[in-house]
C-alpha cells in the first residue's frame, strides 16, 4: 500500500512539475524589422536593435508604471552591432513592459503623428 502511494504521490508531482508554465527568460518585440528584447535569466540584459535601412532611428522604451521609464537609443542605425546593457538596478524589484520604436514622426504617409511602435511586452 505505502508503495502504491508513493508512486501515485511521485506521479502527480511529476505532472504538476511538467505542466507549470516555464518563466520566460528572454522576451523580444518586433516593429517591422526592427526589435527589442529583455533578458530577465541573465540580470535584465537588453538589447534595441535598428535592422531596417531607411534613415529612421530606433529606441526601446522600457516602463515600470509609476515608477520610472528608462529609454535607450541604438544610435548606429542599421549598421552591424545593437544598443545593449544591463536595465538600472531599480527595475530588479518590479514587473516592468517594454516596446520597440521606430522615430518616423512626420515621416512621409505617416498619418498618425508619433511614431511607430510595437505593442508593450511585459517582461
Request: aromatic residues 12%.
Amino acid at each position: 500500500m505505502t508503495r502504491t502511494w508513493l508512486v501515485a504521490v511521485t506521479a502527480l508531482v511529476t505532472i504538476l512539475v511538467a505542466s507549470a508554465p516555464a518563466a520566460a527568460a528572454n522576451v523580444t518585440v518586433t516593429q517591422g524589422d526592427d526589435r527589442a528584447s529583455v533578458n530577465r535569466a541573465d540580470n535584465l540584459w537588453y538589447e534595441v536593435c535598428d535592422r531596417e535601412e531607411d534613415g529612421n532611428g530606433v529606441y526601446g522604451s522600457f516602463w515600470i508604471p509609476n515608477v520610472t521609464t528608462f529609454t535607450v537609443w541604438d544610435t548606429n542605425g542599421s549598421q552591424a552591432g545593437c544598443a545593449n546593457g544591463y536595465l538600472p538596478a531599480i527595475f530588479a524589484g518590479y514587473t516592468g513592459s517594454f516596446r520597440v520604436c521606430e522615430d518616423d514622426w512626420g515621416a512621409e504617409g505617416s498619418m498618425t503623428g508619433g511614431d511607430s511602435c510595437s505593442q508593450y511586452k511585459t517582461f
